[in-house]
């Protein structure tokens, strides 16, 4: 009987060791990161936010995350707290050996990610979906709301110092002013729509001193009558290149669309289709990278926050000079003085040319994930898949961007000048992200 009693109790032990690393295993699994960060890609488009907003919902989430984990993992990860603009200090609760840092980092994300631009409970049924998940694979109670107290207090800090970012003062500020002035931006068809976001500048960067800093050159004197003139031949290049485009360029400008918002016309029909918007497009390249170099969790989110934040100063530095010269796109051009009829083969974003935005933040992006995860990292980049475009390989982070500077050109958008200058400004913001900011510890 004696014998018996043992086995039964061993038999329970297992069980319940098997359980309790059961919810381990589902929650400290590095993937799931990369879900939630998937599901606010998706809850933001679903939201049409325009891809300077989108940056900064992933990037005060991640960040958020991170400090997390640098609670959790202070021998391996360091606080931001005093590296970024404006963030001084983050509330902690004393150290509790009860909490799950990834549980916690994962529930600080959800948070942040939904409180800092759309209504709280946006990601609800996700959050209470993966909880549901981790109970059922032998969550404690005790874990769980230890877990949900840290990721509490370091998200109210992370909320409290996103809201004095100046993202409110500019969304009741004076609005960009069109006016009919030769080589000055004005609105495109098929929308029409008026410029987005004229105030990004404005918006407190992360670790850039200024919007101004590294500001480029003036873009070419706008001169369409001299045949000579760098203007005339920048504009004459675009247009030939749109009008003989091969399969491969056309490939490339589609995968580097990342149109938030399409509005379709055909005839009389008019419907709106939604992508991830450019930097959402590079979350998803931060999640294929994180896998395929087997990152842990902590890892996987230092990954997330570095590149985030080299996103988030690229547009602040980007929008300065867009709204200094306010140049007006190859499509309004070529359409009053050249071709009345021709199309850019994407379509124009409602913002003015110089300097490309996709091309600067994908250039600061890279020089953010080549130090995390070195140079030469070829990975295959299946993120358009969901949308119907086939994957496209690179041999490194450094050569996606390159094309991403031709896809631009490419899809009729932005003068091949401009992506060239962008794609220089984009590598010193993420240059500077790389020397400034103290994250991961020797």
Sequence with gaps: MKRLILGLCAVVCLFAC??????????????????????LNTVVMGNNFSPMVASRNYTYAAIAAYEVIAVGYPDK??????QLNG?????????????????????????????VTFPEGSLQVYKDSLLKTARDKGLPSDIEKASQLLADSVSASIIRWSKKDNYLQTRGAEKYTVMDVPGRWIPTPPLYASAAEPHWREIRPMVLDSANMFAPPPPPAFNITDKNSKYYKEVMAIKYAIDSLTPDQKHMADFWDDNP??????????YGSKKFSPPGHWMSVIGIAAQKA???????????????????????QCFQAKYTYNTVRPETVINKYIDPNWMPYLQTPAFPEYTC????????????????????????????MEFGIKSRSFASFRKAAEENNWAR?????????????????????GNLVVERLQMKKK
């Design 409 to 429: 050109f490419y899809g009729g958008l932005h003068f091949h000048n401009s992506c060239i200058i962008s794609t220089e400004c984009g590598k010193k913001v």
């Design 261 to 270: 918002f399409k509005m379709n016309v055909t005839g009389h029909v008019m």
């Design 77 to 82: 990860y360091q606080s931001l707290a005093g």
């Design 357 to 384: 935005g996709h091309s600067t933040i994908s250039s600061s992006a890279a020089e953010a994930l080549t130090s995390v995860f070195g140079d030469n990292f070829a990975y295959t980049d299946s993120t358009e």
């Design 18 to 39: 098997r359980k309790s690393n059961e919810y381990k295993t589902y929650l400290h699994n590095p993937e799931l990161f990369s879900q939630a960060a998937h599901e």
């Design 294 to 316: 087997k990152f842990d969790y902590a890892a996987t989110v230092y990954a997330y926050t570095k590149t985030s934040i080299a996103l988030f100063d690229a547009f602040i």
């Design 87 to 115: 963030l001084k200090q983050i509330a902690k609760p004393l150290p509790d050996s009860l909490v799950d840092v990834e549980l916690a980092s994962l529930l600080a994300y959800i948070k942040v990610g939904e409180a």
